[in-house]
């Protein structure tokens, strides 16, 4: 696969439903996103947990700071996934204090903030330190501003848009913003997974293997749609459980299509590496034949130590609100854990240019 040949445009749920165009991040503000969290700090341990809303600065930059004003080495800091830069961002950060007294609660935020210029919403203790995927998902509040039609057309067309997505789902596609611009981090990492290339820095390279694997998963997703296999199951899939997050093989398809259509479970899209739960039947034929097109093989991805896994393949947004706002429309909605705020908005939008620009509306687990 020449990177000439990295596709990234992908087809929309809502196909036949017109967009709004618009912009995005006229200003941070017009991009709000709030953390849920797996659980509530205790006020007891040897983490501090920090809750911070920013504005111009990246996941990595706060943790930086944070390494710099209180002595501690970056294994000492946790957080729950990497957060846009170019977004009104809260998000909790833990510090690993056990040996090293920072001083009370109070003192720590203050510090922070004078430094960083963030504003700290509380700071408790807590027992364990915060890692990656340690939250339930996202809130967003987000206005997409000089829009193509008239703001009553606009508010029209959303509705509608909102009511289709309700209805069947969307594809649960990676952002744009992984892939970078024209798919140039994914033809980098073409090239780590080919041995074309090496990068010193090992978080780079996760990043880059990590966004071929994603690039992979929205091609299958792309083919499940074009294909007309996203309204349905095919046999062979592997079906995850949206209640509990169990998975299991789809064996009889006739018993599993009704809970399917009920949204009681979805298919799920392969992130491609050796130690992944592999479909069988049409479904692994349909997955096979995306990872044979790429010119990659499964032991690639393990040779680089991206094992694989599975990725809920049909996404749900069950509080999609639409409002009127003075530069266009906000759009308030909760997303799961991973999926990206860029996939829902593009259905609105009908434009991914707008999109590219952001950094991180999902969270990145490498």
Not at 3 to 20: K, N, Q, V, W
Not at 83 to 110: C, E, M, W, Y
């Amino acid at each position: 696969m020449l990177h000439s040949s990295i596709e990234t445009s992908l087809p929309y749920a809502t196909e036949d439903c017109p967009g709004i165009g618009g912009k995005l991040r006229a200003e941070p503000q017009h991009f709000v996103v709030e953390e849920i969290p797996l659980y509530e700090p205790e006020g007891d341990g040897q983490h501090l947990y920090i809750n911070v809303t920013r504005v111009g600065l990246t996941t990595k930059e706060v943790e930086t700071a944070l390494i710099r004003l209180f002595g501690l080495q970056r294994s000492q800091i946790g957080y729950a996934g990497l957060k846009d830069k170019n977004a009104r961002t809260t998000q909790t950060f833990s510090l690993d204090i056990g040996a090293h007294p920072l001083g009370d609660a109070a003192s720590v935020s203050a510090r922070l903030s004078d430094d960083l210029g963030v504003e700290v919403n509380w700071a408790k203790l807590h027992r364990n330190k915060l890692k990656i995927g340690h939250l339930l998902g996202n809130r967003f509040a987000i206005v997409v501003s000089e829009l193509e039609c008239e703001p009553q057309e606009c508010l029209a067309r959303c509705e509608r848009i909102a009511g289709r997505l309700g209805e069947q789902g969307l594809p649960n596609y990676f952002g744009p913003q992984r892939m970078g611009h024209d798919g140039s981090n994914v033809a980098q990492g073409l090239q780590l997974l080919k041995g074309e290339g090496w990068k010193r820095d090992k978080w780079l390279r996760q990043f880059l293997v990590s966004s071929v694997q994603s690039y992979l998963c929205n091609r299958y997703l792309a083919e499940r749609m074009q294909m007309g296999a996203f309204e349905h199951l095919l046999a062979g899939d592997i079906a995850k459980k949206y209640a509990t997050g169990g998975m299991f093989d789809v064996v009889e398809l006739e018993s599993e299509e009704p809970r399917y259509q009920a949204h009681e479970i979805s298919f799920t899209a392969p992130i491609y590496g050796p130690k992944m739960w592999q479909a069988q039947g049409d479904a692994g034929a349909l997955e096979a034949g995306v990872l044979q097109a790429s010119g990659l093989t499964l032991e690639d991805f393990g040779r680089m130590r991206a094992n694989g896994t599975r990725r809920l393949g049909r996404l749900f947004v069950s509080d999609l609100d639409i409002a009127p706002h003075a530069q266009g429309v906000e759009i308030r909605f909760s997303l799961t854990k991973g999926a990206y705020a860029t996939t829902v908005l593009r259905e609105f939008m009908k434009t991914d240019a707008a999109l590219v620009d952001g950094e991180a509306d999902g969270d990145e687990e490498l």
